[in-house]
């Protein structure tokens, strides 16, 4: 079942979604109904050009990567002890989101239009949204940004202008979650790279419960 969202600031049981995860249409992108969204695993999916309402999924199989159990392949490790590329945190959100999409915009399906730039530069703004940059010298040539809740990273997009730059990007992201309490980084879908680097399918209701857990 699809749901059609109104003005007020609620979502539907994700139980009672689609079975590719869609689950609701409408609503808008403000703060408060990302926040609410992420919360129970909900994110905006839809291509701008050829839907007029914003489109909401939640999957009931989520797929993850749990910090410890990043893949990181030997061809990775020597690139990483080559020292070549240097890696920050929120340097320049702006220029990651940008990069992801421009990159995508003239594919087909190309979700993150305008409007969608917008919420997640105002997420950031309020603390609630983080980019990983990977610099040769001073140029900017991968990256990754997300949503961040409590101990977890929710990944929206990456990018790579040079080799393996956003595998170093969400390497370096793990390698920080593992080292400072992080418990998961949600990768919404499964891509081929993205499973040899040790990401895997939890069920749905194991997922929130990890989302969810209050800190101790």
Known sequence: MVFSLSSDLAFPDPHLGEPDGLLAVGGDLSVDRLLLGYSWGIFPWYSFRYSGEIHWYCPMQRFVIFPKEIHVS????????????RISFNEDFDGVIKHCSRLRIKEEGAWLGVDMVKAYCKMYEQGFAASVEVWREDRLVGGLYGVTIGRCFFGESMFSLVPSASKLALIHLAHFFRDNGGTLIDCQFETPH?????GRYIAYDD??????????
């Open 74 to 85: 030997h061809s990775m490790r020597a690139l990483i002890n080559k020292g070549t590329y």
């Open 194 to 198: 993205l499973r040899t680097m040790g």
């Open 207 to 216: 997922y929130l419960k990890i989302i969810q857990q209050k800190d101790e």
